[in-house]
T-cell receptor, first 114, second 114 residues
Framework: DAMVIQNPRYQVTQFGKPVTLSCSQT?????MYWYQQKSSQAPKLLFHYYDKDFNNEADTPDNFQSRRPNTSFCFLDIRSPGLGDAAMYLC?????????????FGSGTRLTVV | QQQVKQSPQSLIVQKGGISIINCAYE??????FPWYQQFPGKGPALLIA?????SEKKEGRFTISFNKSAKQFSLHIMDSQPGDSATYFC?????????????FGRGTQLTVWP
């Protein structure tokens, strides 16, 4: 089945140690998004790629970076994780614009910072 | 600024009862209103969605009511079941934008007890 796959499902990292989360998609969607979701809160958009064009949300900390080497893969890099970065990180894809039913979320990566 | 306001934050309903979750928005550019269902440890999944030219949409036990003049919409879950226990997010999107960005409400944690 076409889907959005996030790895790993659970990630534990040390305070200040760089960590990378990955997302892959078999949907061939143009847009890939990274959301941060903290406990009992709504998902918060960090950034997105429309094809190779990167768009950063104004309030996304510089500590968060992203790479999209090809259509299928997108990575979230946290350069120096702090305790406040512990959250569920959700990857989503869409064709962009009006295709709402093509807006698909992965199952997320639960990041713990120790 | 919260683009989409959602209430209540939590809801407890007896099995067989009706669950009602309300949302409101201000941005008149929004033209598509989805509801997402999220179980613990999973990404949000699209439940049902409505366009503003329709006042009601029903899919099985789930109904969206939409009031364009009041800029409000709500989700009704009829005959609520324990398996409906999850967090529900309303959202809004401007389908005219190439980004297709979702603006989420804060979420409602629904508990249906037997």
């Amino acid at each position: 089945d076409a889907m959005v796959i996030q790895n790993p499902r659970y990630q534990v990292t040390q305070f200040g140690k760089p960590v990378t989360l990955s997302c892959s998609q078999t949907l061939n969607h143009n847009v890939m998004y990274w959301y941060q979701q903290k406990s009992s809160q709504a998902p918060k958009l960090l950034f997105h790629y429309y094809d190779k064009d990167f768009n950063n949300e104004a309030d996304t900390p510089d500590n968060f970076q992203s790479r999209r080497p090809n259509t299928s893969f997108c990575f979230l890099d946290i350069r120096s994780p702090g305790l406040g970065d512990a959250a569920m990180y959700l990857c989503a894809t869409s064709r962009g614009g009006a295709d709402l039913y093509g807006y698909t979320f992965g199952s997320g990566t639960r990041l713990t910072v120790v | 600024q919260q683009q989409v306001k959602q209430s209540p934050q939590s809801l407890i309903v007896q099995k067989g009862g009706i669950s009602i979750i309300n949302c409101a928005y201000e941005n008149t550019a929004f033209d598509y209103f989805p509801w997402y269902q999220q179980f613990p440890g999973k990404g949000p999944a699209l439940l049902i969605a409505i366009r503003p030219d329709v006042s009601e949409k029903k899919e099985g036990r789930f109904t969206i009511s939409f009031n364009k003049s009041a800029k409000q919409f709500s989700l009704h879950i009829m005959d609520s079941q324990p398996g409906d226990s999850a967090t529900y997010f309303c959202a809004a999107i401007d389908r005219g934008s190439t980004l297709g960005r979702l603006y989420f409400g804060r979420g409602t944690q629904l508990t249906v007890w037997p």
